[in-house]
């Protein structure tokens, strides 16, 4: 197998071009039909789906933080402009993309995209579940068909073929990699399965069925609004979702991409690709998108590694859209289901189920929480959201419960209390319980070699108490403090009166 180098900003990232060309022209044919039916569902026209698929897809191949990440006209950004098509049309939408895409810079160029970093792993599994459910949901919806307006299931023969080319394409899938790994399964099941219902003249609900794919390339469109305050009352709330569900998308995309191959991207160089991709979406009549988790997978389980087949899938649209629409609009529907169909099996973590026993009981729960709001409400930023606000409050619970005293009274009969764990606001009950003001000698000493202050609830703490030392005469002495403690306390102002006990700096040989 020949391996080259190949660059584009990765100038010693190994690229297998086969691999890579394969891959990225297997992610194209799941692409479209995902990016038709986000466009058709939000009332866009067809084509901004497309655009949005070609814009984003080769924008952040090129530039984005991830090699292998496969970005599209996805979903869960479009939803977020739905309402403001219906009360404002197009043209409010795509300055809405354009300001999205705005903010998602600023939130690169301000290296926020580092705070991704900080979902804990049972969120992660929530998540990845909750989405692999949502995908292989979304699949049953091409065994329903549209009779007097009203979508209704598929029965008889219709359903029959559906399921068997269905099956067909999963079986092709599964064992063609234990024959042979030269060419991804799903493009072969793909190409199979079309040259069958090709060739015997099958009845099947096929790309033609969604929406016509073909048109001209995006032409350069400055949004038609006026540019004023109301205006940007208007579009702002709505572009500020739509960055931030892309952002977090993304981002926790890239994590996902990060642990299948052992590698680590850069998230503030993917916000600012994004960002970029969703202006040029504003002003080319693309809907705008973001990392797209199933069609990323596709992409690395067909073996891509680099940024080629990005850039091979997103070019391999604008062919379709400009000459191959009338071969590509003859895909059978039941190929690319059978294809996401497997996409959804290998992105739930069956681990997650291996190692429930040995979890928290918390982390179950947070994980099982998210992935039931995501699978029901379809909002995968809030369900994160939420699972990262209860797992900070179940730490901070849990850490609140650390902080021991230990004391003894030396035979000076100075009082001495060393603190272990960190004080800060949840442990601040826990801390003000330990001390025995009323029967404490003269002179008290805590000592924090062990603890740290974290928070203004932990100064406000130790000024309380300092208060209650005082009212009682004694003397209260602070040993230990680090430095970043000791400056919280100096950015208190007058908030603590105590003696603060420097440690002393000793020097070795190495120093001089």
Not at 302 to 331: D, F, H, K, N
Not at 362 to 381: E, F, P
Not at 410 to 425: C, N, Q, T, W
Request: charged content about 15%; hydrophobic content about 55%.
């Amino acid at each position: 197998m020949t391996k080259s180098y190949f660059g584009l900003f990765d100038f010693t990232q190994k690229v297998n071009y086969k691999t890579e060309v394969f891959a990225g022209l297997t992610v194209a044919m799941t692409m479209m039909p995902e990016s038709l039916s986000f466009a058709i569902l939000a009332g866009f026209p067809p084509l901004m789906g497309l655009y949005a698929a070609f814009i984003m897809g080769l924008i952040t191949s090129v530039l984005g933080g991830r090699p292998g990440l496969i970005s599209g006209g996805a979903g869960a950004t479009v939803v977020v402009l739905i309402a403001l098509m219906k009360s404002h049309g197009i043209e409010y939408v795509l300055a809405a993309v354009a300001l999205a895409g705005l903010i998602q810079i600023l939130a690169g160029i301000f290296k926020l995209g580092k705070f991704i970093r900080l979902v804990p792993q049972p969120v992660m599994y929530g998540f990845v579940n909750g989405l692999a459910v949502i995908i292989f949901m979304a699949q049953l919806e091409q065994f329903k068909t549209v009779v007097n307006g009203e979508s209704t299931w598929l029965t008889g023969s219709p359903l029959y073929i559906m399921v068997a080319l269905v099956a067909f394409t999963i079986a092709i899938i599964v064992i063609l990699p234990r024959l042979t790994r030269a060419i991804p399964p799903s493009l072969v099941a793909i190409i199979i399965v079309f040259l069958i219902v090709l060739g015997f003249g099958i009845d099947t609900k096929t790309v033609r069925d969604i929406a016509a794919v073909s048109g001209g390339f995006p032409s350069f469109h400055i949004p038609v609004i006026s540019l004023n305050m109301s205006t940007l009352e208007i579009i702002f709330p709505y572009a500020l979702i739509m960055a931030g569900v892309g952002l977090t998308e993304g981002l926790l995309t890239l994590n996902l991409v990060d642990e299948i191959t052992g590698t680590r991207g850069n998230s503030n160089r993917e916000c600012i690709a994004q960002g970029s991709a969703n202006i040029l979406n504003g002003f080319f009549s693309g809907m705008g998108g973001c990392p797209m988790i199933a069609q990323t997978l596709v992409n690395l389980s067909a073996g891509a590694r680099a940024r080629l087949s990005g850039i091979v899938a997103s070019l391999t649209i604008l062919l379709i859209i400009l000459y191959g629409a009338p071969v590509i609009e003859l895909v059978p529907m039941a190929a690319l289901t059978g294809v996401m169909i497997m996409v959804s099996i290998g992105t739930f973590e069956w681990i997650s189920f291996r190692i429930i026993n040995k979890m928290p009981v918390a982390d179950i729960l947070v994980g099982v929480l998210v992935a039931v709001i995501t699978v029901v409400l379809h909002n995968l930023a809030l369900a994160v959201l939420i699972g990262v606000i209860i797992s900070a409050l179940v730490f901070a619970w849990e850490s609140s419960k650390r902080i021991r005293a230990k004391k003894y009274t030396d035979a000076d009969g100075i009082k001495h209390y060393e603190i272990y764990g960190p004080l800060f606001f949840g442990a601040v009950a826990v801390f003000n319980e330990k001390f025995d003001v009323a029967g404490d000698p003269a002179e008290v000493v805590i000592d924090f070699r062990d603890s740290r202050i974290a928070d203004m609830s932990g100064i406000d703490a130790l000024n309380k108490l300092t208060a209650r030392y005082r009212k009682a005469g004694k003397k209260l002495t602070l040993k230990h403090l680090s430095p970043d403690c000791r400056m919280l306390l100096e950015n208190a102002g007058e908030l603590i009166e105590v003696n603060i006990v420097e440690d002393p700096e000793y020097r070795v040989a190495a120093d001089r």
